[in-house]
């Protein structure tokens, strides 16, 4: 059974930083391009970035590009989300997602697995 565990949300000043973790079981993570993605209240999921099997290519959302970073640690079966200069349009439940596609996809329907979700919550 496949599960994806995400950790690392919380409560942070404005222009703070958070790293969010995914952990990957019951699936060979390193055959899967990973994706991140948000869902503020009343709002649709959207992407956040992603990145390949490898972890040699990586794709971003325009909204945080230059502020998140994401990796992956294949022998740890873990996604990393590493949010710098939070602001509290930032506020969001923060998923990952686990794609068979070999690219990057910034779309919810390409994305096989999906965790529960990280509170990630910005004060101004």
């Known amino acids: 059974q496949v599960q994806l565990v995400e950790s690392g949300g919380g409560l942070v000043q404005a222009g703070g930083s958070l790293r969010l973790s995914c952990a990957a079981s019951?699936?060979?993570?390193?055959?899967?391009?990973m994706g991140w993605f948000r869902q503020a209240p009343g709002k649709a999921r959207e992407f956040v970035g992603g990145?390949?099997?490898?972890?040699?290519?990586?794709f971003y959302a325009d909204s945080v590009k230059g502020r998140f970073t994401i990796s992956r640690d294949n022998a740890k079966n873990t996604v990393y989300l590493q949010m710098n200069s939070l602001q509290p349009e930032d506020t969001a439940n923060y998923y990952c997602?686990?794609?068979?596609?070999?690219?990057?996809?910034?779309?919810?329907?390409?994305?096989?697995?999906w965790g529960q979700g990280t509170q990630v919550t910005v004060s101004s």
């Open positions: 997602a686990a794609t068979p596609v070999r690219g990057v996809v910034p779309v919810t329907y390409e994305y096989r697995y």
């Open positions: 019951g699936m060979t993570f390193s055959s899967y391009t």
């Open positions: 990145i390949s099997w490898s972890g040699g290519n990586t």
